[in-house]
């Protein structure tokens, strides 16, 4: 009798949970899918790239299913697999970011050209609106996606001013805010707009070479981090393959185990101190 009554209060307690919890956590997932879709969507159209909003859910939402299904059957191993699930959730926005710093690097790159071909269109008589266009119609995106949008919403009434802003706004590159605080000045002022943008081109250019020497001479801090991060994995593979049992007292005493765990805490402030060190802020 008592096992009848067991057997009944857990079937019904499973049978709430599923009747009543289930749809709670589904119409909660849905909701923070949506959410991270209509960021997504947001990021996307700043680099002027069209997908469906059906499309990226539907993405976002099987992405973490499909990858813990292959690490489950891999593995077999249900760590592994939640882990694997773990992973197809920040996935998309992992790539979605690493988009955002390629097209990035792609625009800083265009920059030095971008500034001659102003310099030299305005030298030859046109406007700062007509070099504008012969910028766009010159450049590959995504430089003249972004000043294509500049030229329609000028068309659509707003001042080249505030376009000039929201350009700065959208893009939050040091360069574009050095070529567009430029521009601005020179209209308040009345200055040699040309003589501004080319002597402009040739300080981003200085500092570009500035950057690339910093990045050779902290090379080797970089290096030095990922080889002593590596080290001790084929260090502890090699000397396992020798001999299996080197290890075994670290695992079963108390005084290994506190070696262990000093020895990977040690390592992990060794490798953040040396990232630190060896990163340069521009």
Known sequence: MLQVLIFLFVFSSAFLFFSQGLPFFTELLRKVQEKKVARTTKQLDAMFIEIKSEKLFLYNTISPLAL???CFLLT????????????????????????KARRKQRL??????????????LKGGLSLLQAIEVLVEESN???????GLVLRENKMGVSLEESLKRLNE?????????????ILVS?????DLTKVLSRLSTTIRDNRKLKDTIRTLTLQGRMQGFIMSVLPFFFVGAVVSF?????????????GRMLIFVAVGLQVIGLVLIQRLSRAKF
Do not use: C, W, Y
Not at 141 to 147: A, C, D, G, K, V
């Open 187 to 191: 209209r308040e002022t009345g200055g």
């Open 108 to 121: 800083q790159a265009q920059l030095v050209d971008s500034l001659m071909i102003l310099s030299s269109s």
């Open 68 to 70: 813990g299904l292959v």
């Open 243 to 255: 001999n299996r049992t080197h290890f075994d007292i670290m695992f079963e005493t108390e005084e």
């Open 170 to 182: 959208r893009l939050e590159i040091e360069e574009v805010k050095l070529m567009t605080n430029s």
């Open 141 to 147: 995106p995504p430089l003249s996606q972004e000043f």
């Open 76 to 99: 077999r191993n249900f760590i592994v697999t939640f882990a694997g699930v773990g992973i197809g959730l920040f996935l998309p926005t992992f790539i979605i970011n690493n988009m």
